[in-house]
């Protein structure tokens, strides 16, 4: 959803106390560098702004910043249980064969030996196929050229949050 005027779910959440706000953007980021940043700009005008702002400050993530962001992400095939975000992200795993599982298992392994932090990928609408297939590609890159392709991951699955964030009901 993109929008050049303000949604029922972006004056909610710019009108949030600050620490709610705060918690709300560690749920969609776990990055403090990241969320302060938004914190910072708020009210936003628009959707599109605060799109816009959550990309900014995902290109300014330090290597720090990218780690603390990453290790609020499970590894894929293996969603964090009861945690619904986790699961739907995640739901191309859902009727993987036990032989996938094990597969991507140990391919997460080895990129995690190699990288030092979990393969992170844009899971949602992907099946646990074309996720191995990704991490079989990725595995090969040099330290440098996968901090890119986390940094794109990371901002892709910011901005699926952020639009779930606005769309949700009030409790």
């Avoid at 628009?46 to 959550?54: G, H, I, K, N, P």
């Avoid at 290109?59 to 699961?87: F, Y």
């Avoid at 191309?92 to 995690?112: F, H, I, K, T, V």
Wanted: hydrophobic share 40%; charged share 25%.
């Amino acid at each position: 959803m993109t929008s050049s005027t303000t949604t029922p779910g972006l004056a909610r959440f710019n009108a949030l106390d600050e620490a709610v706000a705060r918690a709300a953007l560690h749920e969609v980021c776990a990055s403090t560098a990241w969320g302060s940043d938004l914190l910072a700009q708020r009210p936003f005008p628009t959707a599109d702004a605060l799109y816009a702002a959550s990309d900014a400050a995902t290109a300014k993530l330090t290597a720090a910043d990218l780690a603390e962001a990453m290790a609020g992400h499970p590894p894929i095939g293996r969603p964090k249980p009861g945690d619904p975000t986790s699961a739907r992200e995640q739901r191309g795993m859902a009727g993987a064969s036990e032989q996938l599982r094990a597969e991507l298992l140990e391919l997460n392994l080895a990129y995690q030996e190699k990288f030092g932090h979990v393969f992170l990928i844009c899971a949602t609408g992907r099946t646990g196929e074309q996720m191995r297939d990704a991490v079989r590609e990725r595995i090969g890159n040099s330290p440098e050229a996968e901090r890119g392709h986390v940094r794109t991951e990371l901002g892709k699955i910011n901005r699926i949050r952020l639009t779930r964030l606005l769309e949700e009901h009030p409790a």
